[in-house]
């Protein structure tokens, strides 16, 4: 059976006419077989080998979220600015692929949430790989967004939103609104408030096995979105609830760069340079 590869582009950043069309053919003449929008097939995906992407962290992240529930690794080459969760940098695409196709790689899975929500009787449910984020809708209002932890009360401020991340989103928004750096081998649930109205308001790190119960108790509207894309509006009274899941999202690993380093080379002062 040939050897298949499914390409994922980003076309904001790259010309589907220029690289990919390259791609194709470099790997035609490696024997290899390129799949696009592998995605929308259930029977192709099933049997490909990895996954490409091209684009920054969220290509990547879009990648990875889809070839997930069929445990299809995805390798990220940065064409974005940070890539902190891309492996290859433009420059190096042909070498890692040459890596990737002798087998010289290892498989580092990421933990994965679900967040869902009932209304009208229809339960809905998104799978994120970074973050749920509940943010007010209009900015001259602040929002209560009552949080529990299966079943038992925090505290729960008025306050611009509130961050519910993986590990792997640790680095995003959340840090982004003064939440911890955690390592992705490191199974736990970050819960990051948005400028909240509160002296004592600190962000925590929970269990992965905690349900996170967010109702919205306080304020016109609530603005949620799944890892950067999905949205819905949220009603007062509804309650989403937010628990990490069985399925992992695998990524290619050809550097063997620790978390430190990562975090030193990706998340370095850039605005003085």
Same mark, same amino acid.
């Given at each position: *059976?040939?050897?298949?590869?499914?390409?994922?582009?980003?076309?904001? !950043?790259?010309?589907?006419?220029?690289?990919? +069309?390259?791609?194709?053919?470099?790997?035609?003449?490696?024997?290899?077989?390129?799949?696009?929008?592998?995605?929308?097939?259930?029977?192709?995906?099933?049997?490909?080998?990895?996954?490409?992407?091209?684009?920054?962290?969220? =290509?990547?992240?879009?990648?990875?979220?889809?070839?997930?529930?069929?445990?299809? $690794?995805?390798?990220?080459?940065?064409?974005?600015?940070?890539?902190?969760?891309?492996?290859?940098?433009?420059?190096?695409?042909?070498?890692?692929?040459?890596? %990737?196709?002798?087998?010289?790689?290892?498989?580092?899975?990421?933990?994965?949430?679900?967040?869902?929500?009932?209304?009208?009787? !229809?339960?809905?449910?998104?799978?994120?790989?970074?973050? %749920?984020?509940?943010?007010?809708?209009?900015?001259?209002?602040?929002?209560?967004?009552?949080?529990?932890?299966?079943?038992?009360?925090?505290?729960?401020?008025?306050?611009?939103?509130?961050?519910?991340? =993986?590990? =792997?989103?640790?680095?995003?928004?959340?840090? +982004?609104?003064?939440? $911890?750096?955690?390592?992705?081998? %490191?199974?736990?649930?970050?819960?990051?408030?948005?400028?909240?109205?509160?002296? +004592?308001?600190?962000?925590?790190?929970?269990?992965?096995?905690?349900?996170?119960? %967010?109702?919205? =108790? !306080?304020?016109?509207?609530?603005?949620?979105?799944?890892?950067?894309?999905?949205?819905?509006? *949220?009603?007062?009274?509804?309650?989403?609830?937010?628990?990490?899941? $069985?399925?992992?999202?695998?990524?290619?690993?050809?550097?063997?760069? +620790?978390?430190?380093?990562?975090?030193?080379?990706?998340?370095?002062?850039?605005?003085?340079?």
């Amino acid at each position: *059976m040939a050897k298949r590869v499914g390409l994922y582009v980003n076309p904001t !950043k790259i010309n589907p006419d220029t690289l990919p +069309s390259q791609l194709t053919a470099w790997f035609k003449q490696q024997g290899w077989e390129t799949v696009f929008d592998w995605q929308y097939n259930r029977d192709v995906v099933q049997d490909l080998d990895f996954i490409l992407s091209l684009g920054g962290d969220g =290509t990547v992240l879009q990648a990875a979220r889809e070839a997930a529930p069929f445990g299809i $690794p995805v390798l990220g080459v940065n064409f974005g600015r940070l890539g902190f969760l891309c492996e290859v940098e433009r420059d190096d695409i042909y070498s890692a692929l040459k890596r %990737v196709m002798s087998k010289e790689y290892s498989i580092e899975e990421r933990m994965m949430m679900a967040a869902s929500l009932t209304r009208s009787g !229809k339960k809905m449910q998104y799978i994120v790989l970074n973050d %749920v984020v509940f943010i007010r809708e209009y900015p001259e209002h602040m929002i209560t967004l009552e949080v529990k932890l299966s079943g038992q009360a925090l505290a729960s401020p008025p306050a611009d939103g509130l961050i519910i991340a =993986t590990p =792997t989103g640790s680095t995003a928004y959340s840090l +982004s609104a003064g939440g $911890p750096i955690v390592s992705p081998d %490191v199974e736990a649930i970050l819960i990051t408030q948005i400028s909240a109205h509160s002296l +004592s308001s600190r962000p925590m790190i929970v269990s992965r096995h905690e349900k996170i119960d %967010v109702a919205f =108790t !306080k304020g016109t509207t609530c603005r949620v979105t799944f890892d950067g894309g999905n949205m819905l509006i *949220m009603n007062p009274g509804e309650t989403i609830r937010v628990e990490s899941i $069985p399925l992992k999202a695998k990524f290619i690993r050809l550097t063997g760069r +620790s978390f430190p380093k990562i975090v030193r080379e990706k998340l370095r002062d850039r605005w003085h340079e």
